[in-house]
């Protein structure tokens, strides 16, 4: 696979990633516009809130199934260095986020 290839993939991943996750936010801040405006329960609210959360959270998680999908890629195309760097960058973000978790509480 040639790296335009690669790079078509990777766009449009992100692309349609960025779509979903903007989807999602929007249905979110509607469904809570009309749950104002309608006088709803607290259910509609809680499915609103549950959109935008859904929604950025992909937000969040999109770079990293980017990496995921790199990975893969590369060593599907049995470009080992690359396939090393990006585990590496993927441990990095690992540990990074279980040394979050862990100090969360502590910072405060």
Request: net charge negative; charged share 5%.
């Given at each position: 696979m040639q790296n335009a290839t690669l790079d078509r993939r990777l766009a449009a991943f992100l692309q349609y990633g960025t779509w979903i996750a903007s989807t999602a936010?929007?249905?979110g801040i509607f469904l809570r516009a009309s749950t104002a405006?309608?006088?709803n329960g607290s259910a509609d609210a809680r499915l609103a809130t549950t959109a935008?959360?859904?929604g950025?959270?992909?937000f969040i998680v999109l770079p990293m199934l980017r990496l995921v999908l790199m990975l893969f890629i590369f060593f599907r195309q049995r470009d080992y260095c690359y396939t090393i760097v990006v585990a590496l960058v993927l441990l990095i973000v690992g540990v990074g986020c279980?040394?979050?978790v862990v100090l969360g509480p502590v910072a405060g």
């Open positions: 936010i929007a249905v405006i309608e006088g935008v959360t859904v950025v959270a992909a279980a040394v979050g």
